[in-house]
């Protein structure tokens, strides 16, 4: 038999609750709980990491800058040595000037003998002189096979030109320092030497000698050597949790320090699945510094099995093209949130376990009293909410001085008020039909104060006519009309009042019959037909007499005459309209003055507008512009244009219908939050005068 939840007793549904929510609860704790201890490890052992990137990188920088500067030391004692060296040779060539200059040599004889003194000249390891003309002709070389080449086109072991350097410097700066690369002794690879070069003027040579400085490089690479001890020792001592350590290899891929690896090729490392060489990621990742590079890898007791997930973070020391690689194993940062989920769900069990057994104590004790209120309960309900025997709920407020007996208490008391709503309820529920009803006559009467009636004037051949009127609510505020004053002058007119529902409609009715009675009037006292300005400054007068509420009414009012399609028109504050021809149409702008109602005595203008045969004139309220879509977007005056503009050769029941499809298109499942009218004139042709 299949038993539902509802079918369950209490004690089993609050039992079945209680897990429910302890486990829900101790699953959500652990989650979190691991999940946030995750991240502090994370997070410490990143930040730990990190300062020592830095560290490392700081070391590193700092013994780089002192071999940069011990470079530059024994550099500048070799220039200091050249530069003394060369002054002593030309002091003896300015010696043999000076005889040749007195007379007592032959300017041929001067330069023989300077030039055979400065050929046997040597100094420090061997080291001698060479003397080039300016056009770089070798005129004194201790090497007789090079002694009389032109020697401009002499490349060293680089490719470099070292003869045109040397021409150029001093040509330009009359001496200075070069270097050039060449094979010395039984070496294997090329050694540098470094230059100095002095242009003698008198008798434009190049005068200059070099010393290898093959010895600072190897003292360069001994100091290396002595860091990358340093570094050795100091990576030793650090761990990241258990197995994370640092290592560093250059860009030939050789590992330079690892705990196990150093000296390898990191070539020679089988690691599958990473698609190019593991170095090779390593220096890509490099690029990033701060962006950890996570893939698998083996761990210690675990070789050759590849599925330990490990992070690794980069640094690339480009001076010494080194890369310096921090790495750890996340299964070790997880660790201690897997301890403490353990620990957790032991802790939650035992506490849901104990939460059971006083559940069901405390609940056998709570369910007496809930019986009583629900059999109480159940026969208030079979007497139709008529007050029954209450003794129970009496005895049940006098035992128990808890909830249960505050609830009996309010089961008394919720009887009586009961009784009291429902009668209530009946007359408020008879009084709102009442309103509905009274709302529905309301809008039946409201409507039927409009011409309804299309076509308004079917005997008349000169104009087509066409309203419509949708308010938002059951009443509202907007209207139209329009009238024969004679036998060729329609009145026209549309409005819109400043609130809605029934005080609007009361105060529409009002503003309507005003000034289709005030028109009429005034056309009996003048044998001209009243101008729509002189009409509206009437009934605004007349608006504002006992106006309390202060409601105002925006208007146009506008006279078209058959005989010539002409139009007086003026505005009350209302949106202006379009006159719609063949083939556009033309927003006419009226002067905007006051509302009607807003005070008296208000100056009102009338502007004339003459219409050719087929020509149209839109009337409309701002419930057209200001309808608004789901995203609170306005339907506006630019979209109404465009439809204008695409349909102005239809009928006006046309166009309005069409008008009113595109607004519902566009609100959508919006409701309507305004009253929406309109209204079209289109003169068709001319009365004939009699």
Not at 113 to 128: K, Q, S, V
């Amino acid at each position: 038999m299949k038993i539902t939840f509802h079918a369950l007793s209490f004690t089993t549904k609050m039992l079945i609750l209680i897990l429910v929510i302890f486990i829900c609860t101790i699953i959500a704790f652990v989650l979190l709980t691991q999940h946030e201890i995750e991240k502090v490890m994370w997070n410490t052992v990143s930040a730990s990491v990190n300062d020592m990137r830095k560290l490392i990188t700081l070391y590193i920088e700092s013994e780089y800058q002192d071999l940069i500067f011990h470079k530059e030391y024994a550099l500048n004692g070799y220039k200091e040595q050249l530069k003394n060296v060369t002054k002593i040779v030309i002091a003896n060539i300015d010696h043999y000037y000076s005889l040749y200059k007195r007379g007592i040599l032959s300017e041929e004889d001067a330069k023989n003998f300077a030039l055979e003194n400065i050929e046997n000249y040597r100094y420090g390891n061997n080291d001698y002189f060479y003397i080039y003309s300016t056009d770089l002709v070798a005129i004194a070389h201790p090497d007789q096979e090079t002694k009389g080449m032109d020697m401009t086109n002499y490349q060293d072991e680089k490719g470099n030109f070292p003869l045109k350097m040397i021409q150029k410097t001093v040509l330009e700066k009359g001496k200075g320092f070069d270097s050039f690369w060449y094979f010395h002794l039984d070496e294997e690879k090329p050694i540098e030497k470094l230059t100095y070069n002095y242009l003698y003027k008198p008798w434009e040579w190049i005068i200059g000698t070099g010393v290898y400085i093959d010895d600072i490089n190897k003292d360069i690479e001994s100091k290396l050597s002595e860091i990358l001890g340093n570094i050795r020792d100091t990576f030793s001592k650090i761990h990241i949790d258990e197995n994370g350590y640092f290592f560093m290899f250059d860009s030939n891929h050789i590992i330079l320090v690892h705990p196990t690896m150093e000296g390898m090729d990191f070539v020679d490392i089988d690691k599958p699945g990473l698609g190019i060489e593991h170095w090779e990621h390593l220096v890509e990742v490099s690029k990033m510094p701060d962006k950890p590079y996570t893939y698998y890898w083996d761990k210690p007791g675990h070789e050759g099995v590849y599925k330990y997930k490990k992070v690794s973070y980069v640094d690339y020391f480009e001076p010494l093209d080194w890369f310096i690689v921090s790495t750890f194993y996340i299964d070790e940062l997880e660790e201690p949130a897997r301890r403490i989920f353990q620990w957790s769900i032991t802790i939650g069990f035992l506490a849901l376990f104990i939460s059971c057994v006083l559940t069901i104590f405390l609940i056998k004790r709570f369910t007496k009293p809930v019986k009583i209120l629900t059999e109480h309960a159940k026969d208030l309900i079979k007497n139709d909410f008529i007050p029954t025997d209450s003794n129970k709920l009496f005895d049940l407020t006098e035992r128990s001085h808890d909830e249960m007996g505050n609830l009996a208490g309010t089961f008394i008391n919720m009887e009586s008020t009961l009784q009291n709503y429902i009668t209530e309820l009946k007359q408020t529920t008879s009084a709102n039909e009442k309103i509905r009803t009274e709302l529905k006559i309301a809008h039946d009467i409201q409507m039927s104060m409009l011409p309804k009636k299309f076509p308004a004037f079917p005997n008349r051949e000169e104009i087509d006519i066409y309203a419509i009127l949708i308010p938002a609510k059951e009443v509202g505020g907007d209207f139209y009309d329009f009238f024969f004053m004679d036998d060729h002058h329609l009145c026209f007119m549309i409005g819109d009042v400043s609130d809605k529902g029934v005080p609007a409609a009361l105060f529409m009715a009002q503003s309507k019959s005003l000034i289709r009675a005030t028109s009429m009037l005034l056309r009996k006292k003048k044998t001209d037909i009243p101008s729509p300005h002189h009409i509206l400054s009437e009934v605004n007068n007349e608006l504002c007499i006992n106006n309390e509420h202060c409601m105002f009414l925006t208007l146009l009012l506008g006279i078209l005459n058959l005989h010539d399609g002409k139009i007086s028109i003026t505005s009350a504050g209302h949106n202006p309209p379009y006159v719609i021809m063949d083939d556009h149409i033309e927003k006419i702008e009226l002067p905007h003055k006051t509302p009607l109602g807003v005070h008296q005595n208000v100056r009102y203008r009338s502007e004339e507008i003459e219409l050719s045969p087929r020509n149209g004139l839109f009337l409309y309220t701002d419930g057209i512009t200001e309808a608004t879509d789901n995203k609170n977007k306005l339907f506006g005056e630019e979209r109404l244009e465009h439809i204008l503009q695409n349909i102005s050769d239809h009928k006006p029941s046309s166009i309005l219908n069409l008008i009113i499809k595109e607004v519902r298109n566009f609100v959508g499942e919006m409701p309507q939050s305004d009253d929406i009218t309109m209204l079209e004139i289109r003169f068709l042709s001319k009365m004939q005068k009699e």
